[in-house]
Every structure is written in structure tokens, then in C-alpha cells.
């Protein structure tokens, strides 16, 4: 008996006589809210424009809107990564106004130097783009005015360069609308006036023009 009330006296003293196996588990923590999806620098810049464009799921995972993005304007890497490259195209896009082409009726190719952009419009309302494009550097610009496409050619020769132009359209003597030969999106490059579209926007010119369609060239090329 004396050796039970001892006992009791020690585990009410040590509070330790409930092995810790024996113990009510703690209650778990609250699972904290899940982080908030980024996809690089300028995630939330892009997803704007993103959302603005339509046709792109902002909330996918994976940041696969930007994948498709940076797929569709022939950026690289593909890599969901929202970087300054990604973000310069999507503001560009953003920025193209469709009010600055003086566009009548029928079907209009309007071109933007500003922000090197183009589209479409038919009987006033766009009907395709805006896309990204290259025009003249330096030396070589692109210039402004209204022109007509004068001859169009699935796949030109250009003598001086000695490379082929798919989908070449001209609507200023030896300035045209042609599939980029190289990366369109290398600043340090420019075309020798000629508008480089990317190979799908290129296929969808050449779709949509016809001989003596209306070509709108405004703005100016900074560095030009």
C-alpha cells in the first residue's frame, strides 16, 4: 500500500506517468493557404494583357497561359517565365490601338513602327492580330504612307540577300510583307524595310490580302 501511495505522490509530482505514446495527439496545424502562383518578374503584367487578349486560361497551372503565349509570338524559351522579353511583347500588344490606322473600307493591313505591331481590319473592325512584327532598322527604314499590294509570290528570291521570302507580298517596290528569315524578337536586328511576320501570321496574310488590298504604315520605329 505505502508503495502505491508513493507512487501516485510521484506521478502527480512528475506529471510523467502517461507514456507520451498514450497521450492525446496534438491537433495538426492549419494548413496554410496555398502561395500564390508566379511565373517570373512580370507574372502580373502579362497575365493582364493575357486577360485583355482573351483566349488564354490565366489560372491554369503550370503558368501554361504564358507557355501558349510565348508560343503563339514565337518567343524563346517556352518557358512559362514571365521575363522582360515576354512582358516588352505583351505590352506592345497592348498598346496597338486600331484607331491609328486610317483604315476604309474593305480589307486593311495596317502596320504600327511604334510598337512593331500589325493587323487586320476589315470594313473598319479588326478581323485579325494584333501580332508581333520586325520592320527597318537603321538605314533601311520602313516607311510611312498608304500603299497597295502590288505582287505577291508564294516564294520570292531576294537577289541583294540571297535568301528566300515565303509568303511575300510587296506594297512598296522592294518593301513587303515576308515570313522572318531569323529570330524576330533579336533587338539587335532589324529587316531591310520589309514587315517579317511570324511563319502562322505570314500564311494568314497572305490569306487575307489580295493584289491591290490596302496597306496603312504609321508611327516610328525608335533607334530609326
Known amino acids: 500500500m505505502r508503495r502505491l501511495v508513493l507512487g501516485v505522490l510521484l506521478c502527480g509530482l512528475l506529471a510523467a506517468c502517461t507514456p507520451a505514446s498514450w497521450a492525446a495527439s496534438p491537433a495538426p496545424p492549419s494548413p ?9 518578374e512580370f507574372h502580373h503584367e502579362v497575365a493582364s494583357v493575357l486577360a485583355q487578349l482573351g483566349g488564354y486560361d490565366v489560372n491554369a497551372p503550370d503558368c501554361a497561359a504564358i507557355k501558349q503565349f510565348q508560343q503563339r509570338y514565337g518567343l524563346e524559351p517556352v518557358d512559362g517565365i514571365a521575363g522582360k522579353a515576354t512582358n516588352d511583347v505583351a505590352q506592345r500588344l497592348a498598346a496597338s490601338d486600331p484607331a491609328q490606322c486610317e483604315a476604309g473600307p474593305g480589307t486593311v493591313a495596317c502596320v504600327d513602327l511604334t510598337h512593331q505591331t500589325t493587323w487586320l481590319m476589315r470594313d473598319g473592325t479588326v478581323v485579325y492580330g494584333p501580332t508581333v512584327i520586325r ?30 521570302l515565303p509568303h511575300w507580298q510587296s506594297f512598296n517596290g522592294d518593301i513587303g510583307f515576308h515570313q522572318t528569315t531569323s529570330y ?22 497572305w490569306d487575307n490580302l489580295e493584289d491591290g488590298s490596302t496597306v496603312q504604315v504609321f508611327g516610328h520605329r525608335t533607334g530609326t
Do not use: F, I
Open 135 to 164: 520592320t527597318g532598322m537603321a538605314g533601311h527604314v520602313t516607311p510611312t504612307g498608304s500603299y497597295e499590294v502590288e505582287w505577291r509570290s508564294l516564294k520570292s528570291w531576294s537577289v541583294p540577300y540571297e535568301v528566300w
Open 184 to 205: 524576330l524578337h533579336d533587338a539587335s536586328l532589324g529587316s531591310h524595310g520589309c514587315v517579317n511576320l511570324l511563319p502562322a501570321d505570314a500564311v494568314a496574310y
Open 32 to 40: 496554410s493557404a496555398s502561395p500564390v502562383q508566379t511565373c517570373g
